[in-house]
């Protein structure tokens, strides 16, 4: 059976410009941070639909609405082109978050010292993204070496139990996000905040957007695949 994520981006690719941007957001995973790359909130659009509210804005050709096109083909057809999802996975997200978490960890540290008086200062703050950046490292490290290897040379049998582990890891890394969010009074920095301070809030913003679209895709899309094709494999049969 296709998972409900794989039906909503079909759906969505045969019909993108008359579907309204915050359904896209919210059915496809990884979406959002395409939305968010460039600045529009699918939220705000209200009840426009993407190809009239994209040509308004003189966007509907240019790199915007082609990103989103390739990331629906590629859920779309996730059994068939599962090296390209992978591929999209390493570059859009392990990439990202190996470069940006330590930088937020120390950007973390000076608006701390900074600011330890503030009312609002974000106390603790440092540690949490320091505490979810070794996290993410080793787990960033365990699906390379064993789940994308595996499942790039046709070993799905062996992922099952494996999935199941990065899934449960998948649980604990939202449940961080959640913390340093309540810790940040949902990220909303005081209306005296310097620049560093705006700046920390809006890296750790596009950091659990990018996040949760990462677990979204793997949890929705890449291990249904691949438990799919491991069903496939035991019964003798193979993947069109």
């Known amino acids: 059976m296709k998972s409900e994520a794989v039906a909503a981006a079909r759906e969505v690719l045969a019909s993108m410009e008359t579907t309204r941007p915050d359904e896209i957001a919210r059915s496809i995973p990884g979406a959002a941070s395409i939305f968010q790359k460039y600045a529009f909130d699918?939220?705000?659009?209200?009840?426009?639909?993407?190809?009239?509210?994209?040509?308004?804005?003189?966007?509907?050709?240019q790199?915007?609405?082609?990103?989103?096109?390739?990331?629906?083909r590629i859920v779309a057809?996730?059994?068939?082109?599962?090296?390209?999802?992978?591929?999209?996975?390493l570059i859009r997200f392990h990439d990202?978050?190996?470069d940006e978490l330590p930088a937020l960890v120390e950007l973390a540290n000076r608006v701390e010292a900074r600011h330890r008086d503030h009312p609002m200062a974000p106390r603790g703050l440092a540690l949490?993204?320091?505490?979810?950046?070794?996290?993410?490292?080793?787990?960033?490290?365990?699906?390379?070496?064993?789940?994308l290897s595996m499942m790039r040379h046709g070993e799905e049998e062996r992922l099952i139990d494996p999935m199941a582990h990065m899934c449960c890891e998948h649980d604990e890394q939202e449940a961080r996000i959640a913390r340093i969010e309540a810790n940040t009074f949902d990220l909303n920095e005081p209306v005296d905040a310097c620049d560093a301070w705006r700046a920390l809030y809006a890296g750790i913003r596009k950091l659990a957007v990018e996040l949760r679209d990462h677990?979204?895709?793997?949890?929705?899309?890449?291990?249904?695949?691949?438990?799919?094709a491991s069903l496939l494999g035991r019964q003798g049969g193979r993947l069109i």
């Open 63 to 72: 790199s915007f609405a082609e990103e989103l096109r390739e990331l629906a």
């Open 96 to 98: 990202a978050h190996r």
């Open 215 to 228: 677990m979204r895709l793997e949890n929705d899309v890449l291990f249904p695949s691949i438990a799919r």
């Open 128 to 147: 949490l993204l320091d505490e979810l950046n070794d996290v993410i490292q080793v787990h960033l490290q365990n699906e390379e070496s064993l789940l």
């Open 77 to 89: 057809n996730a059994d068939a082109e599962r090296d390209a999802l992978i591929g999209y996975i």
């Open 42 to 61: 699918p939220a705000a659009i209200g009840e426009a639909k993407l190809g009239d509210w994209a040509r308004a804005l003189g966007i509907l050709e």
